[in-house]
């Protein structure tokens, strides 16, 4: 009989967050006993007083113990807390795993592993990345980050991407390419890296839970997540009725009216997916004309026709109101014709108003993840997005720090597409594979690898 504790994990169909938690107690070898409440009433609520009433998936119970849904389970996995609770932690409160001989100060000898490629993040990018080093025979290591497989994970239907005329979804074809760059020679390992030093060669990249691994080279493909408003309400209703996924929590608002905040792509294609739940979608956008391609707009006056959806342009949300015990109740709105309401609350023309909704979803765009690379040398613009040399020929996906290259999410603040993430992905690999011929061509000669010209 196992002395472990028992571990239990609600779960919902097509919930990549779900995917990620049980795939953080596989890579540990935790059994645990998973329930589905998709379709089950009964189940449904169980979940919900267990977690306080809370109405999202996963939630996570550890010998009864509420740990909570990803972000609070992969948070205390950062911080090895989550070890400790799972009797995998030595005396020392050190994980029983593949820790290296910890010292203080970043010797030598508190170093897990060398390798000679390291990958931030499975997003696309990444992904296509780590297949391209596969193959190029680099070993990368690839750490998932704290959302693994990236912004695709939380898309129902990817219509668009090459090869799949009647679509994929966002975590099969993820899961498709896990296992592609895994025959290649990619080892994926769960954790969030916190830092890079580029002070010393080999880079010396550090995880948030002390792990520390050098490599000769390191692409950034580590994506980005997705922004929230700051709104009063907006802390204590994440997960009560407040949600950045439609995808994972969508289905626990059945027949409730739901708000949308946003006007590009996502916030279409969320609007469009809630449509399967909601009594009525609103989406509530700061301008008269979306940002999203004609596509989705198409698409939601289509449903604007049946009635699913209304529209509420040069509006914006400035408080959540409810409780974590009944959820969101109703939102406060101002509105103004002219646009950006919030910029006009003095103007007599701005209507401020309250407005019944169940559940609030924000698709307001991303930040990128790029703050394990302050400091390092690597250049960013005021929002965080890496420079990367660009231009013609080779070494297109360079930072300013030889070495360490850039792809995806957080260099690409335009596109943002999976194709081109994983354009940029293989790019990112080969310019990483060329630097890393010249790095041995170089340490034989005595000589030092340069960056590339602007």
């Known amino acids: 009989m196992s002395d472990l504790p028992r571990v239990e994990i609600y779960t919902k169909e097509d919930c990549p967050y779900c995917e990620n938690a049980k795939d953080l107690f596989d890579s540990k070898g935790v059994e645990y006993e998973t329930y589905n409440v998709t379709g089950d009433d009964e189940l449904f609520e169980e979940m919900v007083e267990r977690a306080g009433g809370r109405k999202t998936a996963p939630e996570v119970f550890v010998d009864d113990e509420l740990i909570g849904g990803w972000d609070d389970t992969s948070a205390l996995e950062e911080s090895g807390e989550l070890d400790e609770k799972l009797g995998l932690a030595d005396e020392d409160g050190e994980s029983d795993g593949p820790q290296g001989n910890r010292t203080e100060g970043g010797d030598a000898a508190d170093v897990v592993e060398h390798r000679t490629l390291i990958i931030a993040g499975t997003g696309i990018a990444g992904l296509t990345a780590a297949i391209y080093a596969g193959r190029a025979n680099n070993e990368p290591l690839v750490i998932e980050g704290d959302e693994p497989g990236g912004q695709l994970t939380l898309t129902t239907d990817v219509a668009n991407y090459p090869g799949f005329p009647e679509g994929i979804s966002g975590p099969e074809l993820v899961n498709n390419m896990k296992e592609q760059a895994r025959r290649f020679g990619a080892d994926l390992k769960n954790g969030i890296v916190d830092s890079v030093d580029a002070d010393q060669r080999p880079f010396r990249v550090e995880l948030t839970n002390g792990d520390v691994y050098t490599a000769d080279a390191v692409i950034a493909a580590s994506g980005a997540s997705a922004r929230t408003?700051?709104?009063?309400?907006?802390?204590?209703?994440?997960?009560?009725?407040?949600?950045?996924?439609?995808?994972c929590d969508g289905a626990f608002f059945r027949d409730e009216d739901?708000?949308?905040?946003?006007?590009?792509?996502?916030?279409?294609?969320e609007a469009t997916f809630l449509t399967k739940f909601a009594d009525t979608v609103?989406?509530?956008?700061?301008?008269?004309?979306?940002?999203?391609?004609?596509?989705?707009?198409?698409?939601?006056h289509e449903k604007v026709e049946e009635g699913d959806i209304e529209i509420?342009?040069?509006?914006?949300?400035?408080?959540?109101?409810g409780s974590q015990a009944e959820g969101v109740d109703y939102v406060t709105l101002v509105e103004n014709d002219k646009g950006h309401p919030t910029d006009r609350l003095d103007d007599p023309e701005t209507d401020e108003f309250e407005f019944d909704v169940g559940a609030v979803f924000f698709a307001i765009g991303h930040t990128p993840n790029t703050d394990y690379l302050e400091g390092t040398g690597v250049e960013m613009d005021d929002e965080g997005y890496l420079r990367t040399q660009g231009g013609d020929g080779g070494g297109q996906t360079e930072t300013d720090?030889?070495?360490?290259?850039?792809?995806?999410?957080?260099?690409?603040?335009?596109?943002?597409?999976?194709?081109t993430a994983a354009g940029m992905g293989s790019k990112a690999a080969l310019d990483a594979?060329?630097?890393l011929e010249d790095l041995e061509r170089a340490e034989s000669a005595g000589t030092e690898v340069a960056a590339a010209d602007d």
């Not at 408003?229 to 995808?247: H, I, K, N, Q, W």
């Not at 609103?282 to 939601?300: K, L, P, Q, T």
């Not at 720090?401 to 194709?419: S, T």
């Open 229 to 247: 408003l700051g709104v009063p309400g907006e802390d204590e209703l994440m997960g009560y009725g407040l949600s950045t996924c439609a995808t």
């Open 258 to 269: 739901m708000l949308v905040v946003g006007g590009g792509d996502a916030a279409m294609e």
């Open 282 to 300: 609103y989406i509530a956008h700061r301008r008269e004309e979306f940002r999203a391609e004609d596509y989705w707009v198409d698409r939601v």
């Open 312 to 321: 509420m342009k040069n509006t914006e949300l400035i408080e959540i109101h």
């Open 401 to 419: 720090v030889p070495g360490i290259f850039g792809a995806g999410d957080v260099v690409d603040y335009h596109y943002q597409q999976a194709v």
């Open 433 to 435: 594979d060329e630097y």
